[in-house]
Structures are given as structure tokens and as C-alpha cells.
């Protein structure tokens, strides 16, 4: 009967001060029940501009006529020649589903050697212009994937030895020389964020988000691409498609005025291993043949590797990452970030930073609610003392 008494008692005790919030509940630690859906491990914080007038101007360094410079790193290549497709009228989609290009002729020839894109023909396609404190300029391309998120690779926004001020997103776009384009929109980079993983070494973990500071306007030539969930095939032999406005050659040392795409078929990790070493082809990084020189060079690092699906659309299955120190036309592989062993970590940082930055604050337990749980302890205490 005392046993009986006493645990009645502490449980009634135990229930008072836990009510009360003087014993805190058990938790779990959260990092170790989420382990694959970590935060990057590190952000960049973007300055902001107050000359938005200057944003939207061709990208001729602020001189007319002046041919853009290629970047020094990796992107698309290829001689490519024009096209005379024209984008199709407005489908019969909302402007918010994903991979949906703007095609007229499902038939046509679509790359031997790279060809020009129609304009506007892939609505998720960004231009990204990348200015650091020292005052250098490079570029790279980037994918739309939600109304305020960027996709791209780690290298384009953390330059060794510099210091990231702005990014500025050109979506819409197709000749990047012209002084207007009616479809043409301007977007600054609020935040950049950079996969934990990224070894410029190993070519590992290049992957980065680029948060917008405002929400995108979905239209017919402004759509986001399908992701790549975590379960996807190897994608082995099958043409897939990628675009940017890189140099076309080697020999090249500006980038393509227009909007050029390439289709080429993948290849096994065992292949491209053969070329680069398992240490740099790992089950996370996929590639491309390098056979014909079609493929990415300067300045299209960062843009999308994309598949067609059978109904028709379009996912990104891919982040342009390296090429050969040989040359974009050696014929050596290109290499890309496997999106499918990252989709978690986009997903989870699209989740946690998007929306406007907001604080919530959990009331502490008032002076009088522990007096009244201490005083409960107390008085349980005597009663036992008495049995």
C-alpha cells in the first residue's frame, strides 16, 4: 500500500513540474535523426544594389560593342550553326509546370555538331553574372527551379582567393548582346548557398543554390525545370541535352552571343573513370562522351544537363562541372554533378531558407508557475516522509 502511495504521488508531482515547465520534456537531437537532410554548411550573404537601372543592359561590360569576355573555367562548346525553328504559341500549360520548352516542331534536326537555340526555347535557362570585391567579372549559366531559387554549381559563386559582392540572374533571355529583349528579366541574388561537399580538387559537391531577393514571375518564357528526384536510373546511352552561352571553341575567348544547345548521349562512370580517375568519378557525378567535340566549354559551368521525358518535358538531371585541362574539343568526357545524389540537400535548403527571414520565441516558465511546481515537490516530499 506505501508502494502505491508513493508512486501516485511522484507521478502526480513529476506531471505537476513538468506542466509547468520547471523539468524539461526529453528532445531528439534533431541532427542525428536528420543527418542526410543537413543545412549547407556554409552561406554567402550578397550585397544588395541601389542602381537597378544598370541591371538591365546587354552584357557588354558596360561598353557598347564590346564582345563579352569568356570565364576562365569550365562550360559548352561546339560549332554550332543557327536554327530556323520558331517558338511554338502559348501552350496549353500553367506557366507554373515544370519542364515545359517552348518547341514549334518536335521533328526537326536537333544537333549535329550544336546548334542555336530558339529563343526562349528552355524557360528555365539562366544567365549569371558573377562580381566580386576586386571588381572581376565572370559567368556562368543556372537553372530556375522554384519562383526563388537559382541552381548552379559551387564554383561559380565561391572564387578561390575572392570575395563574392553581387550576382545578378538574366532569365528570359536568348542574345545576351542585345540592348533590349522583350522577354529579358532581371534578378539579384539575395544568398548563395554551397554544398559542404564542394572539393575543387575532387570536383565533389559542386552544387549551389542562389536565393533571389524577390519571387520570380512565371510567364511562357520564364518556367522552372523538373528535378531529379534521389531515385533515378544511370541515364546510360540516352541523349540528354545541355545549353549555355560558353565559348564555342578552344580557340574562343568570348562567349556565344545567343543561347546555343548541344544534345549528347551518357556514358558510363566505368568509361569516364578511364579518363579522369575514380577518385574524380564518383557514383555522384555523371558524364557525357566527348567524342565529335559537342559539349560544354567556358562559361557554361553551372547550367543544366536535361533529359526528355516521355510526356514530353523536360528534367534536370545534371550541373555542368569540368572539363579537361586538355581542351572542351580534346575529346575527353564532360563532367557533371549527379543532381539525383544531391535532390535531398536542394530540397531541404529550399525548405529551410525560403520565405522571409522570421524569429519565434518560446515563453519561459514564469516566476510563479516554479513557485507553484516547487511547492508541489515540497509538499509530495513531506507526505512520503509520513508513510
Given amino acids: 500500500m506505501a508502494v502505491e502511495k508513493f508512486r501516485s504521488l511522484f507521478l502526480t508531482a513529476f506531471l505537476i513540474a513538468a506542466a509547468s515547465g520547471s523539468i524539461a520534456p526529453l528532445k531528439l537531437d534533431t541532427q ?25 543592359l546587354p552584357w557588354t561590360n558596360g561598353k557598347e ?96 582567393g575572392q570575395t563574392l559582392r553581387y550576382l545578378t540572374i538574366y532569365l528570359g ?13 532581371v534578378y539579384n541574388g539575395y544568398e548563395a548557398y554551397i554544398h559542404p561537399e564542394w572539393n575543387p580538387s575532387t570536383q565533389a559537391g559542386d552544387i549551389a543554390l542562389i536565393k533571389l531577393c524577390n519571387i520570380v514571375t512565371y510567364t511562357q ?21 545541355v545549353a549555355g552561352w560558353g565559348t564555342t571553341s578552344d580557340g574562343s575567348y568570348t562567349l556565344s552571343p545567343v543561347l546555343r544547345e548541344v544534345t549528347v548521349p551518357v556514358i558510363s562512370n566505368t568509361q569516364c573513370s578511364n579518363y579522369y580517375g575514380s577518385a574524380v568519378v564518383t557514383s555522384k557525378v555523371m558524364c557525357t562522351t566527348g567524342m565529335l567535340s559537342r559539349g560544354p566549354c567556358n562559361g557554361d559551368n553551372g547550367g543544366p544537363l536535361i533529359f526528355r521525358e516521355s510526356n514530353g518535358r523536360w528534367k534536370q538531371i545534371g550541373i555542368v562541372s569540368f572539363v579537361s585541362s586538355q581542351g572542351c574539343q580534346s575529346g ?56
Fill in 65 to 160: 560593342q564590346e564582345k563579352v569576355p569568356a570565364p576562365t573555367d569550365t562550360t559548352i562548346s561546339p560549332i554550332r550553326t543557327s536554327s530556323s525553328r520558331a517558338p511554338s504559341t502559348t501552350p496549353s500549360y500553367w506557366y507554373g509546370d515544370c519542364g515545359v520548352a517552348n518547341l514549334m516542331d518536335e521533328a526537326t534536326d536537333r544537333i549535329v555538331g550544336g546548334v542555336q537555340a530558339i529563343p526562349n526555347e528552355f524557360p528555365w535557362q539562366a544567365f549569371v553574372k558573377v562580381e566580386t570585391n576586386a571588381g572581376n567579372i565572370y559567368y556562368c549559366g543556372g537553372s530556375l527551379i522554384a519562383d526563388r531559387w537559382i541552381l548552379t554549381s559551387a564554383r561559380c559563386v565561391l572564387i578561390p
Fill in 173 to 185: 533571355a536568348h542574345d545576351i548582346t542585345a540592348s533590349y529583349e522583350a522577354n529579358r528579366r
Fill in 32 to 56: 542525428e535523426v536528420v543527418l542526410n537532410l543537413q543545412p549547407p554548411s556554409f552561406s554567402i550573404k550578397l550585397n544588395l544594389r541601389n542602381d537597378s537601372s544598370l541591371l538591365d
Fill in 332 to 387: 575527353y568526357p564532360y563532367g557533371y554533378t549527379r543532381l539525383s545524389s544531391y535532390s535531398t540537400w536542394v530540397q531541404n535548403v529550399m525548405s529551410s531558407y525560403s520565405g522571409s527571414p522570421s524569429t519565434t520565441t518560446t515563453p519561459s516558465p514564469s516566476s510563479g508557475s516554479q513557485t507553484f511546481a516547487i511547492l508541489s515537490l515540497v509538499i509530495s516530499l513531506f507526505l512520503l516522509m509520513q508513510l
Fill in 221 to 241: 518564357y520564364i518556367r522552372p525545370v523538373c528535378l531529379a528526384t534521389y531515385n533515378e536510373p544511370s541515364y546510360v546511352n540516352s541523349q540528354v541535352a
